[in-house]
């Protein structure tokens, strides 16, 4: 039973455009959601998160939104940028407990020079 | 310098032999994980460990044991090696013992059971 989603398995953009990577999520305790990055051959990079408290945070080009009602968000890239192609993990915890930080499945964004 | 580095980078290795993963952490941190990446590139939480004490064992079978000497250490020994353990296996560590704030992973070990 997958407690984060993110439906689409892969994503192309041109470059100089907004890359919009979308993740849902189904457990309405989590309080906390992440993404990484994640290049082939080497592990997942921290990108940008967000606390439940907050409806976006934005980092440079990143931004996240987070729709609780919805129990989606979105990772917002602007301008998009060829060494932005990755894998995108959206991840979700609890922060309260040391409960575990939940995967998405991960978006292949590759972005088109 | 790397933060977190686990050896091997890749593993090849024959059903029902016994191999380890080592993992070691230069951040100071107090929490340490393995992860497993499957063929559908799932990433998901084995074990993790906060001051050497094992706070998360997820349902893994017992062929999987993990080893922390000390904090700066979490290293992964697979008895009896099947085939559906073929997989990436991830090593990662954060400041918190959640991971609600980053955490950093190793490059991965790509372990085939052939």
């Known amino acids: 039973d997958q407690q984060v989603k993110q439906n689409s398995p892969s994503l192309s953009v041109q470059e100089g455009r907004i890359s919009i990577l979308n993740c849902d999520y189904t457990n309405s305790m989590f309080d906390y959601f992440l993404w990484y990055k994640k290049y082939p051959a080497e592990g997942p990079t921290f990108l940008i998160s967000i606390s439940s408290i907050k409806d976006k945070n934005e980092d440079g080009r990143f931004t996240v939104f987070l729709n609780k009602s919805a129990k989606h968000l979105s990772l917002h890239i602007v301008p998009s940028q060829p060494g932005d192609s990755a894998v995108y993990f959206c991840a979700a915890s609890l922060k309260t407990s040391y409960d575990k930080v939940i995967f998405g499945p991960g978006t292949s964004l590759s972005v088109i020079p | 310098d790397t933060a977190v580095s686990q050896t091997p980078k890749y593993l090849v290795t024959q059903m029902g032999n016994d191999k380890s993963i080592k993992c070691e952490q230069n951040?100071?941190?107090?929490?340490m994980y393995w992860y497993k990446q499957d063929s559908k590139k799932f990433l998901k939480i084995m074990f993790s460990y906060n001051n050497k004490e094992l706070i998360i064992n997820e349902t893994v079978p017992n062929r999987f044991s993990p080893k922390s000497p000390d904090k700066a250490h979490l290293n992964l020994h697979i008895n009896s090696l099947e085939l559906g353990d073929s997989a990436v296996y991830f090593c990662?560590?954060?400041?918190?013992?959640?991971?609600?704030?980053?955490?950093?992973f190793g490059q991965g070990t790509r372990l085939t059971v052939v």
């Open positions: 951040l100071g941190h107090d929490t």
């Open positions: 990662a560590s954060s400041q918190d013992p959640g991971g609600w704030t980053e955490a950093f």
